[in-house]
């Protein structure tokens, strides 16, 4: 794209309109008079910037005395390049009327989720996010809610774990996600798969049953098998070649459940 020429009449400035945000622009200047153009200057450079758009997609997923925070980047970023924008966080006790200062914290690096900790478990909090960079400063978002509780999987909250539970550990550890985790489960759908996945993203490490030091979709079916009530050691075991004691992979699943 070549130069694209002002005149400015007789002010000694100049607004460049219509320009898109985040974009690099170079501009130069000269004198005119009746003689003709004078030398142009040497560029200067410039990048048109905005207050970013209200991030998107809040969710407060609860684990043991904390709630992890995860979000969607604004659509608009205001021109903001990878990794510019900072986002801010605060939360409250939903019973709450205000947001007091002392509980906020930033981000930094262009990271969408904060760990919010030091949290007590069974209390609802509200929480919210905030786009910003120096282009200025987003809209606090729309509030999430979430309250702490040691971490179980009773995914599908019928205060037990069976084998229905088994079942979504197992997808989730294969890389399921949306409705394909909880499809032809009863009394799960797309909704509830949205709640499962933010509680176990922000549980994942606990899942490793087989104490192999990684969580993979080996635990899922150590889960699902316990949870289906295999009780014969041989048969829990078959073909997972990280568990070697059965009765400390039903004691690390015993323990997630409610």
């Known amino acids: 794209m070549g130069w694209t020429f002002q005149n400015s009449a007789n002010a000694a400035e100049y607004i460049l309109s219509s320009l898109t945000n985040g974009v690099n622009y170079q501009v130069q200047i000269a004198a005119v008079n009746a003689l003709g153009v ?11 910037l905005a207050a970013p758009g209200v991030p ?32 801010s966080v605060r939360w409250r006790a939903a019973a709450d009327a205000n947001y007091d200062s002392d509980d906020a914290a930033e981000t930094a690096g262009g990271a969408v989720s904060y760990r919010i900790a030091s949290l007590t478990n069974g209390t609802t909090y509200a929480v919210q996010v905030r786009a910003q960079f120096t282009g200025g400063m987003s809209d ?27 079942v979504v550990v197992t997808r989730y550890l294969l ?4 409705a394909d ?13 949205t709640r499962i996945t933010a509680h176990l993203d922000a549980n994942r490490s606990a899942l490793d049953v087989d104490a192999s030091g990684a969580v993979t979709p080996a635990d899922g079916i150590l889960i699902a098998r316990h ?7 041989a048969e829990l075991l078959d073909g997972q ?11 690390a699943i015993d323990a997630l459940k409610p």
């Open 56 to 87: 998107r997609q809040l969710q407060a997923a609860a684990t043991d005395g904390a709630l992890l925070a995860m979000w969607m980047p604004p659509a608009d970023g205001g021109g903001a390049a990878d990794g510019e924008l900072t986002y």
């Open 38 to 48: 004078g030398q142009w200057t040497a560029s200067a450079a410039g990048r048109p």
């Open 175 to 178: 890389g399921l996600r949306g």
């Open 241 to 251: 070649t990280a568990a070697t004691d059965a009765d400390a992979v039903k004691a």
């Open 181 to 193: 985790l909880t499809a032809d489960l009863s009394g799960l759908d797309a909704d509830d798969a």
């Open 227 to 233: 949870l289906m009530d295999v009780t014969d050691n």
């Open 140 to 166: 606090w978002s729309a509030e999430a809610q979430g309250a702490p509780v040691a971490f179980h999987i009773d995914l599908d909250a019928d205060s037990d774990a069976d084998w229905i539970d088994g």
